[in-house]
């Protein structure tokens, strides 16, 4: 139900083709992974063309902080490095 | 599909296991309260990969198994009327009322829709003026903004041929409810990252606090879970309470402040009822007074609608964390997907579902 992807964002608008903008109006075409489809942006008035954001049910609900994505990487090769240590040392 | 596959490879999920497996001397019972964990944990079989003495419970994370039978009863009434389209998720339609579910309105002549956004269901209000459209509301924190959106939307646009039958329901509260009730063995959670993705988890804060525990903030891939697991592992044998955040790429600390000003522009909160676990007090979202005209069930006078649920279902145990599905009697021969007595078994997201999809068959190691 919480189901949310990440998708690239190709284009922003104030609003649909043929509506007048309002407040929640902001939205854009987001590709994921090849299907492109509109998403209302209202919520991630930091995110531009380019930036990854994540949807559920048609609304952007973040924009992707790609730093912190590697992060978990980073993290990952820590733990790996602690395993092989402890295993070199016993 | 980027940010999804590269948290997907079996070795790193390995390897974090191994570490896992390496830190944990007590006996834990961690819970998480997300129907998408429930189900990436039981189809990627991550539950399998922890230590013995590490056990993962599944809460009551599914919105659409905890919404009350009388709300599915009120559904089917409102979708029974005549000139009302019907607008709803598509794991809505198959959950049980106290007599039949929206599939069976739809096939005795209903107008039920599945879309996928409730922008879809002001769109079909739009383009029917002279019908009543309905969408179902409901949904916990993550989904929130969406159906808020859809309201202010649906008002800025004039259309007023649009309401919602809300059902919305809240984490932290029953986060409480579980730490509260005498039998509880839960030890950690797991918080869902979307729903804190939405509404941050400076409240999650103080729940460590007030239960003396630690709470991870998650992701939904196979990685994001195990590091998490690990995470939670670390502090409890630690001895450390409080908030990490290990869903870093899409939560910060303050969530989403412009959708948490339209949920709290459109919705207040309320005590709501939750199936199989009773009434939870400020545990529910419903329209604030100047959104009334948006309200279905006042629209088509339905809020006298009540009922009661089965006595043979066990989902109240499950969604507690209390049994595992596969220790209910019914599970996979009275109760099945295609003939489910609760609703744990019809969402894809439910814990019965998930392990009647992927578990019903146990293979044992060495047999």
Known sequence: MCLAIPGRVLRIADAPEGQTPSPLSRTGVVDFGGVEKQVNLAYVPEAHVGDYVIVHVGFAISTMDESEANQVFTYLRQIEDAAMESSAGT | ?367
Not at chain 2, 156 to 162: C, K, L, M, V
């Open chain 2, 1 to 367: 599909m980027k940010f999804v596959e590269e948290y997907r490879r079996p070795d790193e999920v390995r390897s974090v296991a191994r570490a896992l497996a390496s830190v944990a001397r007590s006996s834990w019972t961690i819970m998480e309260v997300c129907g998408g964990q429930t189900h990436a944990i039981i189809r990627f079989g991550l539950d399998q990969l922890l230590p013995p003495q590490v056990t993962l419970v599944h809460g009551p994370g599914c919105p659409v198994c905890v919404t009350p039978i009388e709300l599915i009863d009120r559904a089917i009434a409102v979708a029974r009327e005549r000139n009302v389209i019907f607008c709803s998720f598509g794991d809505m339609l198959r959950v049980p009322g106290s007599s039949a579910d929206l599939m069976a309105a739809r096939a005795a002549g209903a107008d039920v829709r599945i879309v996928y956004s409730p922008l879809d269901a002001v769109e079909i209000a739009r383009a029917n003026p002279a019908k009543e459209i309905v969408f179902f509301a409901v949904g916990f924190e993550t989904t929130a903004p969406a159906n808020a959106g859809a309201v202010q939307i649906a008002r800025a646009r004039g259309i007023t041929n649009f309401t919602v039958l809300v059902s919305h329901v809240l984490v932290p509260p029953a986060i409480r409810a579980i730490m509260d009730a005498p039998d509880s063995a839960v030890n950690a959670f797991l918080a869902a990252g979307h729903v804190c993705t939405v509404t941050g988890y400076e409240e999650y804060e103080e729940l460590a606090d007030r239960y003396h525990m630690p709470i991870v903030v998650a992701g939904f891939e196979p990685l994001d879970i195990m590091l998490a697991m690990l995470a939670c592992v670390e502090a409890l044998e630690g001895g450390e309470v409080g908030v990490q955040n290990r869903y870093a790429r899409s939560v910060r600390r303050e969530g989403n402040p412009p959708a948490m000003q339209a949920v709290s522009n459109v919705f207040e909160t309320t005590d709501r009822k939750w199936r199989g676990i009773g009434m939870i007090p400020g545990s529910g979202l419903a329209l604030r007074p100047e959104y009334a005209d948006f309200d279905a069930e006042r629209r088509f006078g339905v809020s006298d609608i009540l009922a009661e649920e089965s006595m043979v279902c066990m989902s109240g145990k499950v969604l507690q964390g209390l049994i595992r599905p596969t220790q209910c009697p019914a599970f996979g021969t009275q109760c099945t997907p295609e003939n489910p007595l609760g609703a744990t078994m019809v969402s894809s997201e439910g814990a019965c579902s998930a392990y009647y999809r992927y578990r019903r068959v146990q293979v044992r190691p060495g047999s």
